[in-house]
């Protein structure tokens, strides 16, 4: 970021929140790409607490609705790519597979 958006202002914080899924969708993008490259198996999962730990200086629950938002719609992506994707543990583990899902206890929504 080379400078503050220009919408940051004042005036404009109720709208803040709504801004936060503009800002972590390339973010976590990028994590499940590095994620993908870096992984040992299909048996990793990409796990959001890590993207919240990296990302979000305070845990709330609107934060976390929104980052699981992002990654539905990251899933979505992917799938596009050719790629299967299964939520697992509470929705804050995401599967990214080929063809057979990974052995995985408390199978979440699979897209």
């Given at each position: ?28 993008r990028e ?6 490259l ?19 200086t ?8 929104i980052?699981?938002?992002v ?18 543990y ?22």
């Amino acid at each position: 970021m080379e400078s503050f958006p220009r919408g940051l202002t004042p005036e404009n914080t109720s709208q803040f929140l709504s801004r936060l899924e503009f800002y972590f969708k390339p973010k976590m993008r990028e994590d499940i790409f590095l994620f993908l490259l870096s992984r040992n198996s299909e048996e990793d999962y990409y796990a959001l607490e890590n993207f919240y730990s990296k990302f979000l200086t305070l845990n709330k629950p609107e934060f976390q609705n929104i980052v699981q938002k992002v990654a539905y719609d990251l899933s979505e992506e992917l799938y596009e790519l050719g790629w299967k994707c299964a939520f697992a543990y509470g929705d804050t583990g995401l599967y990214i597979y080929r063809e057979t899902p990974p052995a995985i206890l408390d199978m979440g929504e699979m897209i």
